[in-house]
């Protein structure tokens, strides 16, 4: 028998993109928040519960790896050209895969497109007929809860 009630499971797949590191970062959070509360069972709402109070405790540093390519070239992009373009697919998204035309409503820099392709080659970003999301959602939710729903707000 699970401990992981209803559609746990899955949620916590979503929020993490399948991500060892994350899912290691959120279940460490979901066991100190489920022995706290004496649940013997995990459900989707102890989930988003969970969620919440851990996008309180991420910060920029937790997303280095989403955010920078380990290139050492020159042509290489920077962590805030990313943060910008990831920010605009965050946005441009929300509860459904972003189109071109949203998230460049969105995204207002230079080389997006190749900025696009990168994230899709590292998988932090997948695309599928012609729209995109963000692999790990937890990474969306952050992004979303710190830098605002509004266009013309910069990545920091």
Known sequence: VSRYGERAVDKIFELTGGSAFYIQRFCCQLVEYMNAQRAPVVTEADVEQVRETFL???????????????YTEDDA??????????????????NQAATMGAIR?????????????????????????????????LYRDWLLKNYGTSPGVRAR
């Open 105 to 137: 409503d969105e995204y207002h820099g230079p080389r997006l497109e190749e900025l696009l392709d990168d994230l899709v080659m590292r998988d932090v970003v997948r695309r599928a007929s012609g729209t995109y999301v963000i692999v790990v959602h």
């Open 56 to 70: 309180d405790r991420l910060a920029a540093k937790d997303f280095d790896g989403l955010e920078s390519s380990g």
């Open 77 to 94: 992009f920077t962590s805030e050209e990313y943060r910008t373009v990831l920010l605009a697919i965050a946005r441009a998204s929300r």
